[in-house]
């Protein structure tokens, strides 16, 4: 197979905005760029199909000194099917064939594939096959999680699908913060097809842009999709613009996880370490399962020449984590139209 790492995207900027990596310093495991939303203006706008939605949520730079309020749910997702879903369609860095062959590579006997959740209990009990972690960071493509995920258990693989709730998809418009209850079904579903859903967070973001308390944030919104009968058990840290520019990742909201005592952005600061993963019921992070070596393809780039090849160089009771965004795979004319 010939996985060439294709140009970037410019197909997403009316509806995203694309943020880099987080530098990779000494920042575990996030080694290519993702998309942000820091600087989002999410072109939400009151219409017969959302009706639900009352004015349009601007652009915030910096922190505000009027953090946004809760408002009521979106009952609608014609908005994500015109914005997210149809332009996400006409776009890919990768195709559907290809993945169909890194899934089909995964199917040997040598391999023991298993959503995160029991990824350390595979490793422990290795024995004499290479154990994966497959996960997904949604990151502004639900559509394309469910066609993965359905292109995954036809071939009887489980993985995991993290749910960004910062991303337009979810709900979330400023300067109020909404969720779309009508994407729930898609989120079940993933379960349904024996898939792990997980909360792709992204609390300290939200912190320094707009004042929020960070814990609440990911905690409010944990209980919100647990309420409507997911089962979380595990989370993974969003890459978001911000992060970059602040020098931060996600996950230093956790204690043992952070590598500095606070972090500052524009006159706010927020301490690091003081929050636990059983605070919020949760079991890992999916950076900090111990893994040995890691895949991904952030950024629309491997951060191999050949993730096939590395695969086949792994020996028995080796471990990867293979992280696989929806968002850069697609129809094979979606991708010939990026060059």
Same mark, same amino acid.
């Given at each position: ?94 195709? =559907? ?7 089909? /590579?995964?199917?040997? *006997? %040598? !391999? &023991? ?58 709900? =979330? ?7 779309? /209850?009508?994407?729930? *079904? %898609? !989120? &079940? ?71 500095? *005592? ?78």
């Amino acid at each position: 197979m010939a996985w060439s790492n294709r140009s970037n995207l410019v197909w997403w900027v009316a509806a995203l905005a694309t943020g880099c990596a987080v530098s990779s310093r000494s920042y575990k495991g996030l080694d290519g760029g993702e998309v942000g939303y820091a600087d989002l203006d999410t072109g939400i706008a009151a219409t017969k199909d959302d009706a639900a939605i009352s004015g349009k949520a601007g652009t915030l730079k910096g922190p505000t000194s009027t953090p946004p309020v809760v408002g009521p749910p979106l009952a609608s997702d014609s908005w994500v099917v015109r914005h997210v879903c149809q332009p996400a369609a006409h776009a890919a860095h990768f195709t =559907w064939a290809e993945y169909d062959e890194l899934l089909a /590579e995964l199917r040997k *006997p %040598r !391999y &023991r594939v298993v959503p995160m959740r029991d990824f350390e209990g595979a490793i422990r009990h290795a024995d004499r096959h290479v154990i994966v972690g497959l996960r997904h960071d949604s990151d502004g493509s639900i559509c394309k999680c469910s066609e993965m995920a359905e292109r995954e258990h036809a071939m009887g693989i489980s993985s995991t699908y993290f749910i960004l709730h910062t991303e337009p998809s979810y709900g =979330w418009g400023l300067p109020r913060l909404q969720r779309r /209850e009508a994407e729930l *079904p %898609r !989120y &079940r579903e993933l379960e349904h097809l024996g898939h792990e859903v997980g909360l792709h967070f992204d609390g300290l973001t939200m912190a320094l842009e707009y004042g929020l308390d960070a814990g609440k944030f990911i905690g409010a919104d944990l209980d919100w999709l647990r309420s409507h009968g997911l089962h979380i058990v595990g989370a993974s840290a969003h890459g978001s613009g911000l992060a970059k520019i602040a020098h931060f990742v996600n996950y230093e909201i956790f204690a043992s996880m952070n590598t500095q *005592p606070s972090v500052a952005y524009k006159g706010r600061s927020v301490k690091l370490g003081t929050l636990h993963l059983a605070d919020f019921a949760l079991q890992y992070e999916a950076y900090h399962v111990g893994y040995k070596n890691y895949l991904s393809d952030s950024g629309g780039k491997w951060n191999v020449p050949d993730p096939i090849a590395a695969l086949r160089a792994l020996a028995p009771g080796d471990n990867v984590e293979i992280l696989v965004h929806p968002l850069w795979w697609g129809r094979d004319d979606a991708v010939a139209a990026i060059h």
